[in-house]
């Protein structure tokens, strides 16, 4: 089975602190996503991306930067945290080389900023 | 861009009723996909469906997607506790770059009452 790691399950930080939120995966999938959910709102793309060093805007990416130096791994990046930046935060990965079979999601990171 | 309406919001149901739930777009979907939200995880893929008028099951899941391919529906029989959740429905676009992109729904959330 595909998998999607998360590095931390919940994390507290504090306001102007810059966050690095982590995420492997260890299928050799192309593409990797970042979103964040919040009540009401649904999942909220954030950034994207389909190669090693690529990187593509999503709905929201203000606030936020990203990183993927290698295949597996794909960080978000909070500049300087704010307390509107609390939320779940969800990583995916998915497959296209052969077909489309969606997105394979990790377990997500509680973000709290104080 | 692509939206999805998925209704209802949320639901409360007695244990052991049926659930429907579905999704509706102004947009043409090649795939249609609905996951699972268990608390405090990431979502898991329920079904995937790639042709008009497919119907598919998975245990007490049954799912569509609409011959129209602007919509799909979900349904649940028989509900449990373990039902609880948030339900996502997906679709994926017709074409383009970001044609392997998923376009969600906000969610159902599903309580069910013992």
């Known amino acids: 089975d595909v998998k999607v790691t998360q590095s931390s399950r919940y994390l507290v930080k504090r306001t102007g602190e810059k966050v690095f939120l982590e995420c492997v995966q260890d299928?050799?999938?192309?593409?990797m996503f970042w979103y964040r959910q919040d009540p009401g709102l649904g999942l909220r793309l954030i950034y994207f991306?389909?190669?090693?060093?690529?990187?593509e805007k999503g709905d929201i990416p203000e606030g936020y930067s990203v990183s993927r130096e290698k295949k597996e791994r794909f960080s978000l990046i909070l500049e300087s945290a704010s307390t509107n930046q609390t939320s779940m935060y969800l990583c995916a990965s998915s497959l296209t080389k052969t077909g489309f079979y969606g997105y394979t999601f990790g377990s997500g990171t509680r973000l709290t900023v104080v | 861009g692509q939206q999805l309406n998925q209704s209802p919001q949320s639901m409360f149901i007695q244990e052991g009723e049926d659930v429907s739930m579905n999704c509706t777009s102004s947009?043409?979907?090649?795939?249609w996909l609905w996951y699972k939200q268990d608390p405090g995880e990431g979502p898991v893929l329920l079904i995937a469906?790639?042709?008009?008028?497919e119907l598919t099951s998975n245990g007490r899941l049954t799912a569509q997607f609409g011959i129209t391919r602007k919509d799909s529906f979900l349904n649940i029989s028989a509900s449990i506790p373990s039902d609880v959740g948030i339900y996502f429905c997906?679709?994926?676009?017709?074409?383009?770059?970001?044609?392997?992109?998923?376009?969600f729904g906000k969610g159902t959330k599903l309580s069910v009452i013992p």
């Open positions: 947009s043409i979907f090649n795939t």
């Open positions: 997906a679709g994926q676009g017709n074409s383009g770059a970001g044609s392997y992109q998923l376009t």
């Open positions: 991306s389909y190669d090693v060093k690529m990187k």
């Open positions: 299928m050799d999938h192309e593409n």
């Open positions: 469906l790639y042709k008009a008028g």
